[in-house]
Nanobody, 125 residues
Framework: QVQLVESGGGLVQAGDSLRLSCAASGRTFSSYSMGWFRQAPGKEREFVAVMNWNGATTYYADSVKGRFTISRDNTKNTVYLHMNTLKPEDTAVYYC??????????????????WGQGTQVTVPS
């Protein structure tokens, strides 16, 4: 079992930056693919970013490409989402996700076995 706890969300202005963190329990964290999804009010949950076990492979949603960066520190069992140039449309609850697959990645929500409770990011228009 893996437990994921997100932190770092908050209220920021358009154009600001924010870093989300996701602390994972379990000794096998370093072998997991990790990612982020988000859900805005009244909208479907959507893929944001994903990274394989060592960070060699990453993939981003078109809406965040060039602005968001996913990274991980396997010594700290933590994955990050660095968000720059935030826009009002980035307002959502952000969820950290984990899949017990080292080398493959996916944008599909059913690829991931573990989900955090979410952290709110609000960017007023």
């Amino acid at each position: 079992q893996v437990q994921l706890v997100e932190s770092g969300g908050g209220l920021v202005q358009a154009g600001d930056s924010l870093r989300l963190s996701c602390a994972a329990s379990g000794r096998t964290f370093s072998s997991y693919s990790m990612g982020w999804f988000r859900q805005a009010p009244g909208k479907e949950r959507e893929f944001v970013a994903v990274m394989n076990w060592n960070g060699a492979t990453t993939y981003y949603a078109d809406s965040v490409k060039g602005r968001f960066t996913i990274s991980r520190d396997n010594t700290k069992n933590t994955v990050y989402l660095h968000m720059n140039t935030l826009k009002p449309e980035d307002t959502a609850v952000y969820y950290c996700v984990a899949a017990p697959r080292s080398y493959t990645i996916s944008t599909r929500s059913n690829f991931f076995d573990y989900w955090g409770q979410g952290t709110q990011v609000t960017v007023p228009s």
